[in-house]
């Protein structure tokens, strides 16, 4: 599957932004779905989490309450409401598939710019 992410910017502190994640493609095998974020020098860690089917969600400690993330499964696209951003929110974020068989696929992500 090919994954686009798009909704990305520049943003004040307490702001609202929504990307989104459009998958193109093959979506056979995938199980779940999530946004990841990285910072430069620094590992990319997992934001939010949804199993394709069912729903299923988890979040990181530090978004919890404050991200939302969901799926349109007819529109194939991926989906996190962000609102009450933070500087320590400002990062690349990047769209991930899970197949049941272990392999991924990534977007090529958006960069998210929060001011203080």
């Known amino acids: 599957v090919h994954l686009v992410e798009s909704g990305g910017g520049l943003v004040q502190a307490g702001d609202s932004l929504t990307l989104s994640c459009a998958a193109s493609g093959s979506t056979f095998g995938i199980n779940a779905m999530g946004w990841y974020r990285q910072t430069p020098g620094n590992q990319r860690e997992l934001v939010a989490r949804i199993i394709r089917l069912g729903g299923y969600t988890n979040y990181a400690d530090s978004v919890k309450g404050r991200f939302t993330i969901s799926r349109d499964n007819v529109k194939n696209t991926l989906y996190l409401q962000m609102n009450s951003l933070k500087p320590e929110d400002t990062a690349v974020y990047s769209c991930?598939?899970?197949?049941?068989?272990?392999?991924?696929?990534w977007g090529q992500g958006t960069q998210v710019t929060v001011s203080s």
């Open positions: 991930n598939a899970e197949y049941r068989s272990g392999a991924s696929s």
